[in-house]
């Protein structure tokens, strides 16, 4: 079946670190990629999305591309922030029949990232 | 943007009782919308897809006679968490989707913390 799977966390990172969140992906189609933000005690926020292969989705400093021979969307962001903290979930969606359950994303489980000041 | 409220954003009832959490799409007309269900430092279960109009699909696992929902409208879907028992307490979250078209971001409610007691 349709699968992600992301780096474990907890990652720690000091402000200004590189921040790399792996995320690969199994699909019997072709999906829509998309990385998710959630802030404690919050819902889910969309951070970026990509539609087909070498598309590159960005907000906020945030960065993934769309990679189907690898079938990766990598998180990275160059320098990240305090206010990043926070839990970052990878998901895909598959195209399908319009409505229903074909339209129902996938996640990982979601790293947890700390950014120490 | 689009906007989800979800109401409550916290609950706690007793034990055997009922509950019921709203989901609006404030902005946009969501002819889908999905109920997710949280637990601690997990990723997010889909519960079910609710289509306006018609009856939800639920998700291999969820008793559709606990977990009732309803999509009576464009804008409003709800969910009724009936005979609440403590393993239900968790964080549900919904979102909904405003086209048809699959690789348009669902956009979601900032969730209800249930804690039955």
């Known amino acids: 079946g349709d699968s992600v799977t992301q780096m474990e966390g907890p990652v720690t990172l000091s402000e200004e670190a590189f921040l790399t969140i792996n995320c690969t992906y199994t699909a019997t189609g072709y999906p829509s990629l998309f990385w998710y933000v959630q802030y404690p005690g919050e819902g889910l926020q969309l951070l970026l999305k990509a539609t087909k292969a070498d598309d590159k989705g960005s907000n906020k400093g945030f960065e993934a591309t769309y990679r189907k021979e690898t079938t990766s969307f990598h998180l990275e962001k160059g320098s990240v922030q305090v206010s990043d903290s926070a839990v970052y979930f990878c998901a895909l969606r598959l195209s399908g029949d319009s409505g229903g359950s074909n339209y129902k994303l996938t996640f990982g489980k979601g790293t947890l990232l700390t950014v120490n000041p | 943007g689009a906007v989800v409220s979800q109401h409550p954003s916290w609950v706690i009832c007793k034990s055997g009782t009922s509950v019921k959490i709203e989901c609006r799409s404030l902005d946009f007309q969501a002819t889908t919308m999905f109920w997710y269900r949280q637990f601690p430092k997990q990723s997010l279960m889909l519960m079910a897809t609710s289509n306006e109009g018609s009856k939800a699909t639920y998700e291999q696992g969820v008793e559709k006679d606990k977990f009732l929902i309803n999509h009576a409208s464009l804008t409003l879907s709800t969910l009724t968490v009936t005979s609440a028992h403590p393993e239900d307490s968790s964080f549900y979250i919904c979102?909904?989707?405003?086209?048809?078209?699959?690789?348009?971001?669902?956009?979601f409610g900032n969730g209800t913390r249930l804690t039955v007691t």
């Open positions: 979102s909904a989707s405003h086209t048809s078209s699959y690789n348009s971001p669902l956009h």
